[in-house]
């Protein structure tokens, strides 16, 4: 098993010494670009971090950021090996029995992705027979599951390999953040090989309601000074300059979903 702290950061956050408690933040190895990917040096890059370093300076907390697989890091949490998840988790009630979780800081819709001029409706009748590439452990694998119980699923680390196996020809579509699929769609393989099938139907059960930080279920205290920063961010402007520099819409969605 790889060592699970894989990357540590220089704080970011300055607080009087008397108050200075670092808080450990938890992003994946796996690069999800636009909102995390990491550099040559070891630096965290992306959306998600601008976002996370802003509110952690609202909220007073001095934040080191480390990086652990996908699949490692809510058993860091819950492990006391880090603080709080900022890995674009999404807020579930499964999840929930595990973790605790911020308010919401983004929410977008899940869509997939197949080859030109193939025709696949997002329906469990329009999947069925084909073969689907999600990433593993997943709210997308999970709706999958739930929805496309005749499609064959094929399990991947990170959705980078899924959609380079959606350029090979080997599978037949992929179901991931609509964001995530544009990326790929504007990418020289996507453009060559793929395109937008379109959003499934939102079923909250499986993918959650919208992105929140993961907490420790009796970590109360932090739980609320990660929401005082994400409503400080929200009010200031801070939010919307920093969506500026990566999106050309509004990442956060609906106010009340």
């Known amino acids: 098993m790889k060592r699970l702290l894989m990357a540590t950061l220089t704080p970011f956050c300055l607080v009087p010494l008397a108050q ?3 808080t450990r933040v938890g992003f994946a190895t796996e690069p999800y670009p636009p909102f995390a990917t990491t550099d040559a040096s070891g630096e965290l890059h992306g959306w ?3 976002i996370t370093r802003a509110v952690c300076e609202a909220a007073a907390l001095e934040c080191e950021l480390v990086t652990t697989s996908w699949d490692g890091l809510i058993p860091a949490l819950t492990g006391d090996k880090i603080d709080f998840i900022a890995a674009s988790l999404s807020i579930t009630d499964k999840r929930r029995e595990t973790i605790a979780f911020s308010d919401k800081y983004y929410q977008t819709p899940a869509a997939l992705a197949g080859a030109k001029g193939v025709e696949l409706e997002p329906t469990s009748e329009g999947l069925a027979g084909k073969t689907l590439g999600v990433q593993s452990a997943s709210i997308h ?3 999958a599951q739930a929805h496309f119980p005749e499609a064959t699923l094929r399990e991947y680390q990170t959705q980078d390999e899924a959609n380079q196996d959606l350029f090979a020809g080997r599978l037949d579509t992929t179901l991931a953040d609509r964001l995530i699929i544009e990326q790929f769609l504007e990418s020289k393989e996507g453009q ?7 959003d499934v139907a939102h079923d909250p059960q499986t993918l959650g309601d919208g992105i929140g930080f993961g907490v420790r279920q009796d970590d109360d205290a932090l ?3 990660l929401n005082e920063g994400i409503a400080e961010v929200r009010a200031n402007g801070t939010y919307d300059e ?3 520099r990566y999106f050309d819409f509004d990442i956060y969605g609906e106010p009340d979903t």
Do not use: F, K, P, W
């Not at 060559?192 to 379109?198: A, F, H, I, N, V």
């Open 20 to 22: 200075a408690e670092v």
């Open 48 to 50: 998600e971090v601008d």
């Open 141 to 143: 694998q999970a709706y």
């Open 192 to 198: 060559l090989c793929c395109e937008m099938t379109g």
């Open 223 to 225: 739980r609320e000074r």
């Open 242 to 244: 920093i969506t500026a």
